[in-house]
């Protein structure tokens, strides 16, 4: 399996590190702090190639911590704010576009 | 139901043992990810968008009802209160934590269910006729050649790690409720003219990227040489089976690259070659599998009882009843299915307190045995005609006795991108606004069967092709849009549907539905035509235009 470092990384706008905590599965989202966090917004923005790809590696040493890190585009609203850049990476984020239990009749 | 025996029960407690230390090992860092992945693949353990999924198979459909509510309490005590039925007889589990993986399979062990080889290249869950054993008409149980088949094939070190993921399904019916066509080996049941007792074997079928129907490789197959027959298929497919593209790895495209004929000639010179390695089938072997089904002690029951023609009094019950009750092989009694498709829910979903439930009528009125079709749907395999009436009431105090099993709103769907990572769009709200659509069962009946399976990608776990309205989710730029086909089968008549135009967005996908149903209403020479066979009657241009016209 090709690592996703040596694979070519290459990002259109600003973007963030994300994967699943490993014992439970949960979106995370790398930190400047080298950490992980479960919210969006903690997460660290990178805006060039060689950015993303540092954030990557760092991200994909913590092997224990957690799982598949990849890199996803984010976007930026006004005041910083910090939104999914596409709808996998919203529903990651915001969860279920569904009810989440079966509606009885 | 199938008694497990000691070597059974042996089998699963230590594999729940080994997981328990691979999941410890990976937990503290001595595996890696990579070194784990495959193990917890072996395992029914997917990553999903949110969190592991974790999909744990139903031999054959056929579950008793403490396996249910193990189920049901897997669903409680690990994950958010519910699960998914699949397509291929499997029920999933979507928030599952890898830390309580082991706990969650170690309850289920109790039971005698696992997750042994619902993931990874190997033998999957060997599906079969959800009405088998009780389907009037039917040859024998197939059941019973799908015990001997995953008896032989679990844990199998040969078929362990094959190209790709190898699936069969098996019926004895003339109706092909199993989809056999679309699997990797299809074996149809049947009795040949000296009246012994074999398959018609098939093999190459599959969804997917590359869609085709199974081919007839050997018309007849003694039961007593079906192991060694299917023995003889794999070991072909995994000697010739690509390794090297996953998207050509299936045994379908080695059919299709061979030839069905030159693919039958090698598996007949293998089949010569293996000799007899120990595989044909002794008599006896296949009556102590045969044995070790219970069926229940029917009583014996007149055809229409007093409580069947009094509740024929209420149209409600009478539409369930002619919608969901279907004829068993005993006087009666009747097999019920329960629709998991009530409007506007997730299809195939159910809550634990609904598995709870159902385990619990199940004992009431069913001989404490429930089925899982790959329609997504359950069944009461054995309901006397006197409990009807009351099982609908309790099954409507549940939210499960929509009558809509096989009309338009009996929709097949993938979970899609809201919780897979290989979808490319959303299944499950395009099926829940369509339930809405048609929420009026007056029109669902006018309108009669009519298939509508949904795909969030191209890997088709919704088995679009075969819908009668298969609908596939594409990403365009960003977007979700929307490929539509008609006319596709998953029967007996089993074929992949045409595609009718250009992939529309998400928002018009139910208002093209609504045109394509309209549409048909129009056309049909009458009410009797079923959708499916005025596509074939008039092909797909009548509705392309009435798709596209406008758009």
């Known amino acids: 399996m090709t690592s996703p470092l040596q694979q070519k990384i290459k990002i259109t706008g600003p973007s963030m590190v994300t994967a699943n905590r490993t014992w439970d599965g949960v ?79 | 139901m199938y008694a497990y025996d000691e070597l059974d029960r042996t089998l699963i407690n230590e594999r729940v043992s080994e997981f328990r230390d691979q999941v410890k090992r990976r937990l503290s860092g001595e595996l890696t990810e990579d070194e784990f992945k495959m193990l917890r693949l072996q395992n029914g353990v997917y990553l999903q968008l949110h969190a592991y999924m974790f999909r744990v198979a139903i031999p054959y459909g056929t579950l008793s009802s403490k396996q249910l509510r193990a189920l049901a309490r897997v669903g409680r005590r690990y994950d958010r209160g519910y699960g998914h039925f699949t397509t291929r007889q499997n029920i999933q589990f979507n928030w599952i934590k890898l830390a309580e993986l082991p706990d969650a399979l170690a309850d289920l062990a109790e039971v005698g269910i696992h997750a042994m080889q619902t993931s990874g290249n190997n033998m999957r869950n060997v599906t079969s006729d959800q009405w088998a054993g009780v389907a009037p008409g039917e040859v024998e149980d197939p059941r019973i050649w799908s015990e001997i088949l995953r008896q032989h094939t679990t844990l199998h070190p040969e078929f362990s790690f094959l190209p790709r993921k190898f699936k069969i399904a098996i019926t004895a019916s003339e109706h092909d409720r199993a989809a056999i066509k679309v699997h990797d080996i299809g074996l149809r049941l049947y009795k040949n003219a000296e009246g012994e007792t074999g398959f018609e074997v098939l093999v190459g079928g599959g969804l997917g990227r590359t869609p085709f129907i199974g081919k007839t490789i050997k018309p007849f197959v003694h039961g007593r040489d079906i192991l060694s027959y299917v023995e003889a298929i794999l070991r072909v497919y995994n000697q010739y089976g690509r390794r090297d593209n996953i998207y050509k790895a299936r045994i379908k495209i080695l059919v299709h690259e061979l030839g069905i004929e030159k693919f039958a ?22 009556e102590e599998v045969r044995s070790r089904f219970s069926y229940p002690a029917y009583e014996k029951l007149p055809h229409m009882p007093d409580e069947l023609k009094q509740a024929a009094h209420d149209p409600l019950f009478e539409r369930w009843r002619g919608n969901s009750v279907f004829p068993h092989k005993v006087q009666g009694y009747s097999i019920v299915t329960i629709s998991l498709k009530p409007v506007g829910a997730p299809p195939g979903d159910a809550t634990s307190d609904q598995m709870d439930a159902v385990a619990d009528l199940a004992d009431r009125y069913s001989f404490g045995e429930i089925r899982v079709g790959h329609e997504q749907n359950l069944c009461l395999p054995h309901v006397a005609k006197r409990d009807l009436p009351q099982l609908w009431k309790a099954l409507d105090r549940i939210g499960l006795a929509t009558p809509n099993v096989n009309l ?113 209403l129009a056309l049909r020479d009458r009410p009797e035509e079923l959708f499916v066979d005025a596509v074939k009657r008039l092909g797909v241009e009548p509705f392309k235009e009435r798709v596209y016209a406008t758009r």
């Open chain 2, 265 to 286: 000639r090698e598996v007949d010179e293998e089949w010569k070659q293996m000799g007899d390695v120990g595989l044909t089938l002794d008599h006896s072997v296949i």
């Open chain 1, 27 to 105: 979106v995370i989202y790398r930190t400047a702090q080298q950490g992980w966090s479960a919210n969006l917004s903690d997460a660290a923005i990178v805006r060039t190639s060689d950015e993303a790809r540092t954030l990557l590696g760092e991200a994909t040493a913590d092997d224990v911590g957690a799982i598949g890190p990849y890199i996803a585009p984010v976007e930026l609203k006004d005041g910083g704010e910090i939104k999914p850049g596409n709808l996998r990476e919203h529903i990651r984020s915001e969860g279920l576009t569904i009810d989440l239990l079966p509606v009885p009749a």
């Open chain 2, 408 to 520: 338009v709103t009996d929709i097949i769907a993938c979970p899609g991108l809201d919780y897979c990572s290989l979808a490319n769009a959303r299944s499950i709200p395009i099926a829940q606004e369509l339930t809405r659509r048609f929420a009026n069962h007056d029109t669902a009946e006018l309108i009669g069967r009519l298939h509508i399976n949904i795909s969030g990608c191209i890997n088709a776990c919704g088995h679009h092709h075969v819908g009668h309205i298969g609908i596939l989710g594409v990403e365009k730029n960003g977007e979700e849009f929307y490929q539509i086909t008609i006319g596709g089968r998953a029967d007996e008549g089993a074929q992949m549907g045409t595609l009718i135009g250009p992939a529309i967005p998400y928002a018009e996908v139910a208002d093209v539905i609504e045109d394509i149903v309209e549409a048909y």
